[in-house]
């Protein structure tokens, strides 16, 4: 049966079969007595079934690379959050850490507990210090006008209104008067998305001015950089924080009315890059330390300040010729 279902596929004999159909252009049909007329070639019945038994290994072995290419974007994101952990605990620099500050600086490591909603612990170098993640950045909320005021076609004194959907499609465009318009982001902004699900996205990439389902997070201090808060706020950790403080209603999550869930955070780990100790200067044995010329004896007081102030001189010139 396998053989012979196949062979209705057959471009060929699909061809010849529409060529016998009658009917109009909406609707054609094809009688029993055409199909029963069409020739097709059958194989003996021992090839038909070698056919078939292939046909299910093959089919067989499809499947199974289906199945790995359906797991792969978990693997994908589970490789991800790997890697954004190992960099916001500082096993990611090691090396770096330990050639600029030294081993211990690279191997200590101390522990922040983080309590409710989420409890967990957050590991981190000893060289970094804590602090909450509102008093390192500020989280502004967006802003829209009425929805009567929407356009969908770009025009003078007119701005994009950047909303959630937009990070994923041009599909749904809007743009309002820019007089209207009062917080505005671009594409290097880290933007957070409030309502999900998935809730707490975080995203960049576009220019205009964003609604009120974004808000903009911006660094209270230079101590933080913008593509190191990027990579902080898509931390596994941080967004079960988030996932497990927010509002559930009727299917649509909400989160931080107040943005007060976010900004009480106290774990984000910030790098103190001004604390690097001073390089050790290597001195060579049988030298005094310091600058050499420092460290020569001073020539005491003279009675004849002339004659001290031609020293130098006078040493100088005995080493001309």
Partial sequence: MHAICSIGLEPEVQSKIEEMCDGTINQIELSRTAIAATAIPIAPREEQTRIANQLDTLLTRIQSCNDR????PALLKRFRQT???????????????RSNFGEDAASN???????????????????WKEASLGATCDFVGGSQPPKSTFTYENGDCLVRLIQIRDYKSDRHTTYIPKNLARRFCNKTDVMIGRYGPPIFQILRGLEGAYNVALMKAVPRTKDIDLEYLYVFLRGDQLLKFIEAGSDRTAGQVVFGKSFSHLSNFPAIIVRASRNRPPRRRHVRPGR?????????????????PAGAGQSLSRRAGAARP
Avoid: C, M, Q
């Fill in 83 to 97: 890697v954004l952990k190992a960099a916001t605990s500082g096993d990611l620099t090691v090396d770096w850490r």
């Fill in 288 to 304: 005094p330390h310091g600058n050499p010329l420092h460290n020569r004896p001073r020539p005491g007081p003279t009675s004849d």
């Fill in 109 to 127: 490591f101390t522990e922040v507990r983080v309590g409710d909603p989420y409890s967990h612990v957050i590991r981190a170098p000893k060289l």
């Fill in 69 to 72: 290419l359906d797991a792969i």
